[in-house]
């Protein structure tokens, strides 16, 4: 979303307002982080370092090749998530005043069930999981009065959006210290927001009028394939690749304008449509380390590589272009007792849109996330409860102001509140 400038609306005067000016600014959920939501149930207290141990539910998503591992049957999941985000951007009306964008909402962030098959083929273990990659719930209604020559300015946001998957999954344990995996799923991506504002200046001449509608629904299909070593009794080396390809993807934008300028009126409605807004599906590769220190304490690490992505819509390249993306989490799981286990980790959400360059206009926004998370879980011998938070602080730049080279800071604060149970069998 960015300010009109004044060359672009043909006021004399710069108007201090934040809108949906152009198809080079995305107003949809978040498709260019990784990690805005943490998947799994104890991988979630670890801050998604996972990928070295992966043997419960939640290695369907992390690296098939740890349910080979598995113990035992489990079922797992997380729910009433509560999830919020604020985005300041800094000095973005009038070069003088901050702009403050919220949203939040509560959802299901995973569900996972694995079930050891030794009666099909000895160390063979399947696995099913749902999980949410990302969600955003807005309801934003924003009012700013007498900003020098502005009287007044509204802007209205409703925005549903969610990223989702469902996966299954079948590890074999090929040795005692070697496993192996493969997984197929499904991805969507459906997103819809609508925006209405208006603004007219304190002399009563100029007024605009500008409703926007934006939808991204997309479906697509990956393949897994993972290992997982354990050379020694105190370690575990987990590696795992996922790709995909859309079946089907599209964008859509309308807008209507109406304009009033010392008299003329002006409308000027309009639509554009995108078939192929999100390109290929960028192949994700993870690999993760485990330490078992003793037999209260292990710390895990993980690196995830995501490919950049430029064969998109030329059209909504400046929206959806990828570049590639390196993220890495260390997480650390202590047993104060034996039945209470603290799970605590730290982790980067990397943005991969491009950075907005002072060469360039019409550019998204570019917020690099550091996180953290603390779990506090309750554990029997059969079950396990956990609850914490994670909580993620990002800084950037955004480009405000439609056609024109300047850019400002963002600060980003994120946190999710979350509840989940382990059940095994």
């Not at 006021?11 to 995305?26: G, Y």
């Not at 730290?346 to 002072?358: E, L, W």
Request: charge should be neutral; charged fraction near 15%.
């Amino acid at each position: 979303m960015k300010m009109f400038s004044p060359g672009r609306i043909g006021w004399p005067v710069v108007l201090p307002v934040i809108c949906i000016a152009s198809m080079a600014s995305p107003a949809l959920a978040d498709q260019m982080h990784y990690r805005n939501v943490i998947t799994g149930e104890r991988a979630q207290g670890m801050g998604g370092a996972y990928t070295g141990i992966s043997d419960d539910a939640s290695g369907v998503f992390y690296n098939p090749g740890g349910l080979a591992f598995a113990q035992s049957n489990d079922i797992s999941g997380s729910a009433n998530a509560f999830y919020s985000k604020k985005m300041t951007y800094k000095k973005a009306v009038l070069g003088v005043e901050d702009w403050k964008e919220e949203s939040g909402g509560t959802f299901a962030p995973f569900f996972g069930v694995m079930q050891k098959l030794d009666r099909l083929m000895p160390g063979l273990v399947g696995g099913f999981a749902y999980y949410t990659l990302d969600t955003e719930l807005k309801d934003q209604d924003s009012l700013l009065l007498n900003r020098g020559s502005l009287a007044r300015y509204h802007r209205a946001a409703n925005q549903r959006a969610a990223t989702f998957g469902a996966t299954g999954a079948l590890g074999y344990r090929v040795s005692s210290s070697l496993g192996i995996g493969v997984s197929a799923g499904y991805l969507k991506a459906d997103e819809l927001i609508q925006v209405s504002q208006n603004y007219f200046t304190s002399s009563g001449s100029n007024y605009l009028m500008r409703s926007v509608r934006e939808s991204l629904v997309a479906h697509g299909a990956q393949l897994g394939l993972g290992i997982q070593w354990a050379p020694a009794t105190q370690v575990s080396i987990g590696l795992s690749a996922r790709t995909g390809s859309y079946a089907s993807q599209k964008y859509l934008q309308t807008a209507d304008n109406l304009q009033i300028d010392n008299g003329t009126i002006t409308s000027a409605p309009n639509e554009f449509k995108s078939n192929n807004p999100l390109g290929s599906m960028p192949l994700e590769i993870r690999a993760g380390a485990a330490w078992f220190a003793s037999p209260r304490l292990i710390v895990t690490t993980d690196v995830d590589y995501h490919e950049a992505v430029t064969d998109m819509d030329h059209s909504t390249s400046k929206i959806f272009t990828r570049d590639s993306v390196l993220n890495y989490a260390i997480g650390t799981e202590y047993y104060l007792t034996s039945s209470i286990p603290i799970r605590a980790g730290y982790f980067t959400n990397n943005d991969a849109t491009p950075m907005p360059s002072s060469s360039k206009t019409d550019q998204p926004d570019h917020v690099d996330y550091k996180g953290v998370t603390l779990f506090l879980a309750w554990a029997q011998p059969n079950s396990q409860v956990s609850a914490g938070a994670v909580v993620q602080k990002g800084t950037g730049k955004s480009q405000k102001v439609a056609g024109e080279k300047a850019t400002q800071s963002i600060d980003a604060l994120a946190y999710t509140l979350g509840f989940s149970a382990t059940h095994s069998f």
